[in-house]
């Protein structure tokens, strides 16, 4: 399928033709949310821990003695039934990741393309060229085009002048083509890809 390409001065910049295998496929919510969810698990931390009755700081000794006292019989006082006491079974430090085959991933990445450019979201630029890194000039370029929550890919580096100057821009994310993921790409809601872009994520998703 073709589509048209832009400049960043909003001008047209002829035309580029995309991959039907990554740009044409029938959106599946069911893929994009396995693949997010893979994606925010592997992110996610895992550092909760709790103290067990082995490690809180009261005496190990018998808090009284076994029989006579008409009380129920117990031990220490880090016992968990206790205020301050060790924790039951509670969340020790782990990971929460887990397997999703590279098929699959490739997979989801091409249904969020493919629901880019189905909703009309998808905007092609010729290039990320900038002379100087000026926050202000390209926020206005922003401003003018209509993009308030973008997401950019560029080709394998990210041109070092665009990168600085998108830096403090709200809502503008600029990533390379190795750095495309579905949770990005469905998180802002316009994708901005470069012609450069376009044929680095072709020659990784084939």
Request: hydrophobic letters at 40%.
């Amino acid at each position: 399928m073709k589509t048209d390409a832009i400049k960043l001065d909003g001008s047209a910049a002829g035309s580029v033709e995309l991959d039907e295998a990554l740009f044409g496929l029938e959106p599946r919510a069911d893929i994009l949310h396995r693949v997010v969810r893979w994606q925010r698990n592997n992110a996610q931390q895992g550092t909760h821990k709790v103290k067990t009755r082995s490690e809180t700081s009261y005496s190990t000794k018998k808090i009284y003695r076994q029989k006579g006292t008409g009380g129920a019989r117990h031990g220490d006082r880090n016992a968990p039934i206790f205020r301050k006491g060790g924790i039951y079974k509670g969340p020790v430090p782990r990971s929460h990741g887990h397997d999703l085959t590279k098929k699959f991933r490739k997979l989801g990445l091409c249904h969020a393309l493919s629901a880019k450019q189905a909703e009309g979201n998808l905007v092609v630029l010729d290039a990320l060229d900038l002379t100087e890194a000026k926050t202000s000039a390209l926020a206005k370029q922003v401003k003018n085009l209509g993009w308030k929550r973008a997401l950019v890919i560029d080709g394998a580096e990210v041109n070092a002048n665009f990168a600085r100057a998108a830096a403090n821009i709200e809502g503008l994310d600029v990533l390379p083509s190795m750095g495309a993921n579905v949770y990005d790409i469905l998180k802002r809601d316009t994708l901005v890809i470069t012609k450069a872009g376009i044929e680095a994520l072709e020659a990784r998703l084939k």
